[in-house]
Structure formats: structure tokens, C-alpha cells
């Protein structure tokens, strides 16, 4: 085997996506783009919740913007942000050598595990709204928590048979890191021949701006309406057999929650009954999703031939 | 016979840190037991684990197991054999199942009559054939508490499981665990020594695994090179490290190849609270804070998990994560101070406590005003236990709480004395939450126990009265632990307060404000007082059991002393605890078997009697002079004992009622108590009757165990 060389490090924040982009394609995996709508994390992405369930092979890479409306702070705080980047990966089943692969992207980021401190420690996974869980660790480099990794045991209530190996990358983390800046706004997002870009350029409005709506300006009652509609849309269209406009409606009923949560419009008891209205909502599209392909004879079951792959 | 040494490895992804050294334990001790269990003598047991493996080396096994004797009994005698002595089906099948013939049998009389038998000897097994499944049935009973699948296998562990190592002597032992085939090689250090690495025999594998592995497998030199690495490295700061051994096990479960090095912050952040910077440093990053003279330096020590080509890059980085994490305390310690706790008391009415028992301000209102009761009872100031139970939660709305939440009461204290509250309110506020586990201290003063009384008191009985007691596992509101605090607080302070008087008045409470969240709602009306009352006494008495079980009175409680203690319902914990003192005292009498069997004896007589005839015995109905001498005995002891048990001096009392053994005993040897005569037999009854009562003062003897 000859030894793996670490490449340079990406300059920029986009020369970090490519380069996982890159990483994950020469390695087989699906490259998606994001969904398009608001969700807390790449986990919501169908390309992960509703392909962990059921027994058929799926490998995929995206990145997904992520919505979380109580961590914005105006745009003021150089380490939370409302909204941000994940890079996600799944492999499923999970191959034995996923943890070896996962070194090795961080050798394609220009990360030496003979230089950095890189560690797995336990952390383990649990999201109530989605009725899912799994087990692994929060990946360490000098100390500093750069990703996260779940082996899915359950998804939407059902067990994971085979299980999925998820990957989630915090793209600003990893980009202030390999930068080395101390406020996310400061990392370069692009530097070419039309100047030079940074994230606070791209970003920092929207922080501002989104803060001030998640935290003051939502309005509590029209959510509260929006929440209940999703719900009953969400029903309507499982009775129709229609499991995947009935998860944008879980995704949907999730996001106004997390508002109405930013909100402080709920209080700590409601919250847990919330959450179990989304909870039931997801287990229920869960098991329409396994069923509908299971209808079709879950044609990405069989194993597909590998094609040859440069190493 | 010769022996070999066995050694098992299990090679895996990264494990958890916290769990990593009962898992090791309960491994090495699965398979020793599993040896001894089929008779495999063995000589010492030597775990090692670190993140990537769990091992047993255990040295000289036997190769074979001693041949055994056996025994088995077949069908009698009468059942083998038909009229004319030939053998019965019966009599075939067993001979059979034996492995020999009906001549082959031996007949062997017993109590229940004559029986084939077969005997014989069985030649040991060889260990070889044996290993297998006593590492599986070790492996199998892991205490994970919740095992994993991964890829497309059935095997379930902590994490996945990459290779198993299994040799006895220079042999692997074939064979698949956990869906891997067993071998003979280990892979080293993760990044250092990643290649296959060939493990000769047992006796050599620790020795490859740091040569070559960059590997110290055994946990307890691992932990020692940190401690002394940690310290040097903290010299050379100029200060030593803080060693806590909780994170000293988990900074060992979490290296393979430990090198320590310090980094530093900025000296400005040390005017945060220490723990503050403690938390930060050791509870969030794993790292040593380090001291000199009982005060933080601007340092730390990292124990990374390799020998760096460029130490400053680990360094540089670990350094990088603590900046904005101290900044961010920094701002939250600046924005709390900016306004007073006391400003926050309205806001507590904005944060649920419980849905039907209201908010925090709710509970507040309640907590002050049993604190400040309780507290002009043990001899505090009841303003101030006021004041400290207002301002108690008033934490918990600040930045540093909400992002510290392991810093309540201790940021209160601190916030507190900012603002100019009394030393007594600041202190009982941080002392409000102990003790927070088994064995942590209780409130030192005795404002912080009338708070942290309080509150507990509050809480239990409060999910009590909504009907949301603990069942199983689940224990969310933490009423386990508040209870056995109250205990703990109420005994070894020596509080004498009477727990259902205080149940009630925390009830009367409590009714009021889930009347106020229930109106106009469909819940149905929270159950009567009495009956809340006596099921959270039962639950904490529930609770004391366990306490004295577990030894934590200071001297040995059996289930039935403290049954026979707890017949009574002492209304206060301190009144049942030197009840409880005295049966022990009083257990170690010459007299106390013989009278516990009395007593047990009595009990009976007077359940089967069913109801006692009301008044006490007369002296013209005795017939018999024992009576007569029980009688003028108890007359006398009783006035004594009774002087006694109302000064609480149980164990005296209990000492003067040894002095009924004698007349008992021969009450019991010349009596006859069922008399013929209904008058007399219920005379005799009404005697045994104030026997009993006697004893009943302190606790029910009869259900001790009496004498065999």
C-alpha cells in the first residue's frame, strides 16, 4: 500500500466543499445537493433519514444548510450562527473500513494524524422528533470537536437493518481551523481573480436579520396555525399513499417548532407533548416510506457491482 | 498437569471512556469465573483495555479439565424390572442414556426406596474445546447498556468489532466471536502503528503492544505515566495539576499512547470564578487545570493520543478551543452581574416547573415558606431562609447557568455575594442542592439544610400529589436521590422533625396552586392529603431501607430489623433511627433470640385467637403461678421501660424488657394458654397481649427471626 502523502489544506471555504465533494465522489458516494427546505440538520435530509430505513444499499454526500432559529445571536457572537453548513455522508450498510476512510479525508483537508490529535469519543445520538438513534462519537482534532459519527440503529421507530454510517462534517469549524481565524465572518469564502469574498460578506446580514425575525418578529399565532396545518396535511397525504410530500410536511412541522421554540412560545412541558406530534408524524411516514418500497421489491437492494475506483 | 497461558483480545472501534474500566473488569472476571465454573485451574487473571481493545491474559490453565465422577440416578428398582425380572423399557432407556447396559447398573437403597444407579467417570474435556464458549458467555454478559449493529451483521457490541485475538499457549483457538474469525494478530496505534502485528504467545503480548504497537494496554500503568506526565509537564508550567481520578480514568479510556503538554490562556480570564474555569477546562475539554498556592495559573495539560511531529500544532490547536469558550464565560459573567438576582424572582413565574404544580415562582413560594418554618424549628433565622429560598432558582435564568448547568447554586452564590445578599442567604443558595449524589457532603449551614429540606420536600411530594412517582428506571424529577438527601440531612444533622406533619404542610400547598393550573382544565382533583401523605411516607421509607442496607447507618440492618422498626411509623427519622440503634443493641442480648421467638410466638397465638379481648389481664382470673410471676414482672419492668422508651433511652428500655425472658420462657414451658375456661383463656390472652404491647413501643420483635 503505498503511504498516503496529506494534500495542501483548501484555502477557502468552497475549495473545502469541493475537496470533500471530491473526496466522497472518488469513493462512490451519490453527490447530492441540498434539499430545499429549512430543516435543523443534514440528518432531515431524505438523502439520510428516509434512505437509513429499509434494507437497501444507498451512499450519498451533501452538503445541507442548517436552520437552527435559537442559536442565532444577531450576527454579534464569531462562533453561532442560526444558520449553517454541515457536510454529511451515509454509507450504507456502514463498510468496515468507514472510520479509515473518514482519516483519510481529513489526509485529502491537508490534515496529518501524525501532526493534529485526532480522536473518536463517545458521543452518543439521539433525535426525539424523528424517532431515531444511533451510536459513535464526536470526532476531536487538538481538542476541538470537527464532526460527528452515528452508526443509525434506529430510524422513524424502525431498527436499521443493515445499518447506515453517518458522517457530519462542521463545515465553519473546519474552515476557521484550517484558516486559522477566530470569528467565522473572517473565513475567506473565495479568493480569485474577482476578488476576495469572505463568509461576513455572504452571511453576515442574514444573521442580523434572521435573528431578529426567529427571536422577536415570528409570529407565534400564525406558526401555532402553521404547526397544526402541517400535522393535518402531513395525515392527508399518508392516507394518499404519498410517504415524500408527507415527510416535506414532517420537515415542515419540525422547523415551525424549532421557531416557535426561538419564540419561547412554548413552555417546557408542551414542548415534550411538540415533540411527540412530530415524533408520530415521522414514524408514521417511516413506515409508509419502508412500505412503498417495499411495494416496488426495494430495487436498491442487491448488491450493485463495484466498479473499479482509483484508490 | 501442564498449563498454558490464554490470552483473548478484542480489537474495536473507539470505546467509552466512562464505561471502559467496568467493562474491562467485568470481562477479565467473566472469564476467570468461566474457567473455574468447569473446573479449568488457572493462576492469575490480567486485564488491559484501552479505546481500541478489551484483553485477558490469564496465566497457566489447565490443558484438560480433572475427569469427573458421576452419578445419576435412574428409575427404582420396583419400575425396571416386570414380573418375571426382565428389564423394562424403562430400565433400557436409562442404561442406555449412560452409555451401558442394565447389568452395568448398580441398585442403591434410599428413604424412598431401592434405585438403579449408574456410575462412572467422565474424562475431562480439553480446555481447547472449552474456550470458546466461555469467552462468548463472558462477552455475552457485558454490562453495555446498549449494544450496537453495524454493516449488514447480526453481531451486537459496544462498537464494532475489527479483529479477536485468541490464543492458548503459541495456539490459536479457532473459531468466529462477534461475527470475526479469531487469530493471532492485533493491530497497534491507530495512526502510529497501523499495520497487522503478529502475537506470538499470551505472555508477550503487552511487551509487543508497547515495543512495537505504541500501545500501553494495561489501564493501571497507562493511568500512572499520565499522572506523573501531568505533573511533570504542570512543573514545568509552574504550578501542579489539578488531578481529579475521574478524569484521570477517562482521559486513560481515552488514550492509547499518552503524551501530555501544556498550553495556556489568557491571563485576564482568571478573573472568572474558579469553577468556571474548571468547568471549562476539565469537564468540557478534558483537561488538567493547573494551580500554585491554591490558585489557578493561565495553563493546562492536554494528554494528546500521539507523539506529534509538531507538538505546537496540538499545542496551538487545543489552545484555540479553550479561547472562545472562556470569552464566552467571560461575556456571560459580565451580562449576569448586570443585573441583581433579586430583579429575577418575577421571571421565575415564567419557566415551568411542572405543568400542573405550577412555575418556578409557584415552587418558590412554597419553598420559602416551609424553609423559613423549618428553619426557626432548628434554630436558624427564618428571614434569612426566606431570602435564600427566594433567590435559590433566581440562577438558573442566567447566561452562565444555562450554558454551565452543572454551576447552579454555585453561580448563585457567587451572584449573590455581588449583590450584596447576606454570607448565610449566598451560602445556602449554593448549599440548596446538596447533597447532589450518594455520599457528596450536606449543607453546612443550617440555613442551607431548612432550604435544601425544603425544596426536596417540596418536590416529592408535589409529583406525589400529580400522580407522577417513580416507576422502574424512570425517575425523572430525581425524587430517589431528594429523598434520600432529606434523609441523610434530617439523621446526621440530627433533625427531629415529624415527616408526615411536614408532608402536610408542603401538601397544603401544593393543593392550593394545582387547584389554580386545574381550573377550568379536565384534570381529575388531586387525591385527599392523608392519602399523598402516606404514600410519599412509605416512599421514603422505602428509601431509608435502602439506606441502612447498604450500610450507610454505620452498623448492620437486616430487612427484618428494620421491618420490625418501621411497624411502628416513627413519624420522625431520627426517632426511627435510634429505634433502630437500639433493636441492634439490643440483638446482641443473651435474651433477644429467645424473646424475639416469644413475641413471634405471641403474635401467632393472638392472630389465631383473632380479636383480643378488650382491658388488661386480672389478677383473680390467674390460675396458674406463672402467670402470676409474668404478670408482677411486667407490672414492674414495664413501668420502668416505659419511663424509658418515653425519654427515647430505647436501648435502656429494651435492656430493662430482657428481664421478661425468664418468666416468658416458663410462662410458655407450664401454661397452657387455651384453657378450657373462656374466662381464663381470655385473661391469658390479654396478658401475652401486654407483653407484646410492651415490646411494640420500640419495635415489632416478631418479625425477627427467632431462635431455630
Known sequence: ?311 | MSRRDLLVEIGTEELPPLSLLELSTAFAEGVGNGLTAVQLKHGRVLPYATPRRLAVHVKGVSEQQPDQEISRRGPPVSAAFDANGAPTRAALAFAESCGTDVPGLKRVQEPKGEFLFFTGRKPGTAARDLLLGIVQRALDALPIARRMRWGDGDAEFVRPVHWVVFLFGNEVIPGRILEVETGNVTRGHRFHAPKPLRISSPGSYAGALQKRGYVVGDFATRRQMIREGVQRVAAEAGGDALLSDKLLDEVTALVEWPVPLAGHFEPRFLELPREVLVATLQDHQRYFPVESQGRLLPAFVAVSNIESRDPAQVRGGNERVVRPRLSDAAFFFDVDRKRPLAERVPELSRVTFQARLGSLGDKTGRVRELASELAGRIGGDAALASRAAELAKCDLLTAMVGEFPELQGTMGRYYALHDREPDEVAAAIAEHYLPRFAGDALPATTIGLAVSIADKIDTITGIFAVDQKPSGTKDPFGLRRAALGVLRMLIERKIDLSLPDFLKAAHDRIRADIARSDAGGSNKPPPEATAVVSSVYDYVMERLRAYYLEGNGGFTVTTEMFDAVLANKPASPVDFDARLRALSEFLKLDAAASLASANKRIANILKKAGTLPEGRAQAELFKHDRERDLSARLDSLGVEANRQFAGREYTEGLRTLAGLREPVDRFFDEVMVMDEDAAVRANRLRLLGSVRNAFLEVADLSRLPGQA
Open chain 1, 1 to 311: 500500500m503505498p503511504k498516503k502523502q496529506p494534500a495542501t489544506a483548501p484555502r477557502t471555504f468552497q475549495d473545502l466543499v469541493f475537496a470533500l465533494q471530491r473526496y466522497w465522489s472518488d469513493r462512490g458516494c451519490v453527490i447530492l445537493q441540498p434539499y430545499d427546505m429549512p430543516m435543523g440538520a443534514g440528518t432531515f435530509h431524505t438523502g439520510t433519514f428516509l434512505r437509513a430505513i429499509g434494507p437497501e444499499r444507498w451512499s450519498a454526500a451533501y452538503v445541507q444548510p442548517s436552520r437552527r432559529p435559537t442559536d442565532g445571536r444577531y450576527g454579534e457572537n464569531p462562533f453561532r450562527l442560526q444558520h449553517y453548513y454541515q457536510f454529511q455522508v451515509v454509507i450504507k450498510p456502514s463498510p468496515p473500513d468507514i472510520l479509515d476512510l473518514y482519516v483519510d479525508s481529513l489526509r485529502a483537508l491537508g490534515l496529518d494524524p501524525l501532526v493534529h490529535d485526532i480522536r473518536f469519543v463517545e458521543d452518543n445520538w439521539e433525535s426525539p422528533t424523528l424517532g431515531a438513534w444511533g451510536l459513535g462519537w464526536e470526532v476531536w482534532l487538538n481538542g476541538m470537536e470537527i464532526t460527528q459519527f452515528t452508526y443509525f440503529q434506529q430510524a422513524g421507530g424502525l431498527e436499521c437493518r443493515p445499518v447506515t454510517g453517518e458522517i457530519t462534517y462542521g463545515l465553519e469549524r473546519l474552515a476557521m481551523y484550517l484558516q486559522g481565524v477566530e470569528s467565522i465572518y473572517d473565513i475567506v469564502w473565495t479568493d480569485g481573480p474577482l476578488g476576495r469574498v469572505m463568509y461576513g460578506d455572504v452571511f453576515h446580514q442574514n444573521e442580523a436579520e434572521q435573528s431578529k425575525y426567529n427571536f422577536e418578529m415570528a409570529d407565534v399565532a400564525w406558526l401555532l396555525q402553521q404547526f397544526d396545518a402541517h400535522e393535518r396535511a402531513c395525515r392527508q397525504l399518508l392516507e394518499a399513499n404519498l410517504p415524500l410530500p408527507a415527510y416535506e410536511q414532517v420537515l415542515g412541522a419540525s422547523h415551525t417548532f424549532n421557531l416557535l421554540d426561538a419564540r419561547r412560545a412554548i413552555s417546557v412541558t408542551e414542548r415534550q407533548r411538540y415533540i411527540l406530534r412530530v415524533r408520530t408524524l415521522a414514524r408514521a411516514v417511516a413506515e409508509a416510506y419502508y412500505a412503498s418500497r417495499e411495494a416496488l421489491g426495494f430495487p436498491m437492494a442487491e448488491s450493485q457491482p463495484a466498479a473499479s475506483v482509483p484508490a
